[in-house]
């Protein structure tokens, strides 16, 4: 399964294993090169397209990585998508690696993001770094256009939040010591049918929580050919194998549905040739749940297989069960158009 589909430079997932193998903090450290992946190259990024974004998903939850640096993905996308401004100068700043900027999902759709708006002791759990001069508020479900809320946080306070494994978060207080919105960018709304920001993140948290699954899936093979139960492999009873031959088939069959769908968010809308006629947002909610629940049967089969020792810390299989459970947990808070918790531990 480690072919590269699509339009994506031959060799792309291979050289981010490599970068994922040599960064030991967390993902938004690979900011500089990685965020800007889908950014045109005029504006300092790669200007490659989504089937390429969702092999670097692939591949970090593949590792059992953190999926910081999706978001710092769809903040450079947004970034980019808002023209000059404030917003150019932050995006100059992740491409080049002079700054990261912390990046957070709204709390609820609709709500207004300003100091005289702040709630007494509101507080970001947000991604990035305490050297941050700015925070990045995305809406985390499907919009008309690209919007989001650009703060200055001079002189903000930031606490450490470990988080799963120790990876390093900051907790952002702002409590009245955040500088003033630097913007509200709206830019405009995708085309009939096509993508929006918070479709194409969608995408790539799909193929994140598939990477999930298919490491899940490996560890528990491998697991099956070295435990022994009755003289022989656990892999050997039915019981074992079938669950894992089934998975395995569905694996594939949910790589082919994301990467299809990556086809079509870069063709900007629906082919004429697809046969899914369905608003582009429906197919990717749909895409989303479908990978979901992939990712938490192959996560919960791999606990089983690896018994008790499936539970410590030493195994992979409960890191890869509790990023899917959070993951998914958190596509379904925002199909429904809830509150969503901020900086989640990735």
Not at 58 to 83: C, F, S, V, Y
Not at 207 to 232: E, T
Request: neutral net charge.
């Amino acid at each position: 399964m480690r072919s590269e589909p699509g339009s994506a430079p031959p060799g792309l997932a291979a050289e981010f294993r490599s970068a994922l193998e040599t960064c030991q903090a967390e993902t938004a450290a690979l900011a500089p090169r990685w965020a800007a992946l889908t950014v045109p190259c005029s504006r300092g990024g790669r200007g490659l397209d989504q089937t390429a974004a969702v092999l670097v998903a692939e591949e970090t939850g593949r590792a059992g990585r953190d999926g910081t640096l999706l978001d710092m993905i769809a903040a450079a996308e947004t970034l980019a998508a808002a023209g000059p401004g404030p917003a150019a100068a932050v995006l100059d700043g992740l491409t080049t690696g002079a700054d990261v900027p912390a990046v957070s999902w709204w709390p609820a759709p609709g709500e207004r993001h300003g100091n005289d708006a702040e709630p007494p002791g509101h507080r970001d759990f947000a991604v990035g770094l305490p050297a941050a001069t700015a925070l990045l508020r995305l809406p985390p479900v499907p919009g008309d256009g690209v919007r989001f809320t650009l703060v200055a946080l001079h002189g903000a306070a930031w606490r450490a939040q470990p988080g799963l494994h120790g990876e390093r978060r900051h907790r952002l207080d702002l409590d009245g010591r955040a500088g003033p919105v630097l913007t509200a960018d709206e830019g405009a709304a995708p085309g009939d049918g096509g993508p929006s920001p918070a479709d194409l993140d969608g995408i790539r948290r799909a193929a994140y929580v598939w990477g999930l699954a298919d490491a899940a899936v490996g560890a528990a093979v491998r697991q099956a050919r070295q435990r022994h139960q009755f003289g022989v492999p656990i892999g050997r009873h039915q019981a074992v194998a079938f669950p894992l031959a089934a998975l395995t088939a569905r694996l594939r069959a949910a790589r082919l549905l994301t990467h299809s769908i990556a086809a079509a968010a870069d063709r900007g809308t629906a082919s004429a040739d697809d046969e899914d006629k369905r608003p582009f947002t429906e197919r990717v909610a749909h895409l989303v749940r479908h990978t979901g629940a992939l990712s938490l049967d192959a996560t919960w089969c791999a606990l089983h297989v690896h018994g008790a020792h499936g539970l410590t810390d030493d195994s992979p299989a409960q890191l890869l069960y509790r990023r899917a459970l959070f993951h998914t947990t958190l596509a379904r808070q925002s199909s429904h158009r809830t509150a969503v918790p901020e900086g989640h531990d990735r």
